[in-house]
T-cell receptor
Framework: SQTIHQWPATLVQPVGSPLSLECTVE??????LYWYRQAAGRGLQLLFYSVGIGQISSEVPQNLSASRPQDRQFILSSKKLLLSDSGFYLCACTGTSLNEQFFGPGTRLTVL | AQSVSQHNHHVILSEAASLELGCNYS??????LFWYVQYPGQHLQLLLK??????LVKGIKGFEAEFIKSKFSFNLRKPSVQWSDTAEYFC????????????FGGGTRLMVKP
């Protein structure tokens, strides 16, 4: 079964600084990959998804970008963080069924 | 665009009480439906899912959910909750889009008092 690793687990960054969050997946090949942001009381918002290497779709206009340099690696980035980028970021992947998603442990980002 | 509503944001129950968490979605076509649970300090994990067939689905830890197509609902139930069910619960819908994206509800925080 698939395992999702995310790092760092927590991050505190100043406004205007860059960001790079990494997600790697084990135990599956050619998965769909997803980045979600979870804000308190607001559920999970899909930010990006990828159906293959180099293929990124963005769901909401924002200050963030995503890249998929390898089949099982998904990176969330920003050139200049905003206060509103604070939140809990979850990476997810599909398993053998493309209809089901599995989630990583998340990264808690605080922008000060 | 599809949306998912969870009307109960916070629920407090005593142990052994029955639980029902509401979930409604706004897509008229074929959907796949999910309930995820996030225990304190743990990963988001799948509780149960509905793809097709029997609209009453059973998941882990004694949870079940019923898909009522005419009501666009997929409510989560458990006849007798335990303190260990304290968690946040999320309903999600996949409407068969290109990326198999999930649309999540806002979540319901359940606290079970011992």
């Amino acid at each position: 079964s698939q395992t999702i690793h995310q790092w760092p687990a927590t991050l505190v960054q100043p406004v205007g600084s860059p960001l790079s969050l990494e997600c790697t997946v084990e135990g599956t090949s050619n998965p769909n990959l997803y980045w979600y942001r979870q804000a308190a009381g607001r559920g999970l918002q899909l930010l990006f998804y990828s159906v293959g290497i180099g293929q990124i779709s963005s769901e909401v206009p924002q200050n963030l970008s995503a890249s998929r340099p390898q089949d099982r690696q998904f990176i969330l980035s920003s050139k200049k963080l905003l206060l509103s980028d604070s939140g809990f970021y979850l990476c997810a992947c599909t398993g053998t069924s493309l209809n089901e998603q599995f989630f990583g442990p998340g990264t808690r980002l605080t922008v000060l | 665009a599809q949306s998912v509503s969870q009307h109960n944001h916070h629920v407090i129950l005593s142990e052994a009480a029955s639980l029902e968490l509401g979930c409604n979605y706004s897509y008229g076509g074929t959907v796949n439906l999910f309930w995820y649970v996030q225990y304190p300090g743990q990963h988001l994990q799948l509780l149960l899912k509905y793809f097709s067939g029997d609209p009453l689905v059973k998941g882990i830890k004694g949870f079940e959910a019923e898909f009522i197509k005419s009501k666009f609902s997929f409510n989560l139930r458990k006849p007798s909750v335990q303190w260990s069910d304290t968690a946040e619960y999320f309903c999600a819908v996949n409407a068969g889009n290109a990326g198999n994206m999930l649309t999540f509800g806002g979540g319901t925080r359940l606290m079970v008092k011992p």
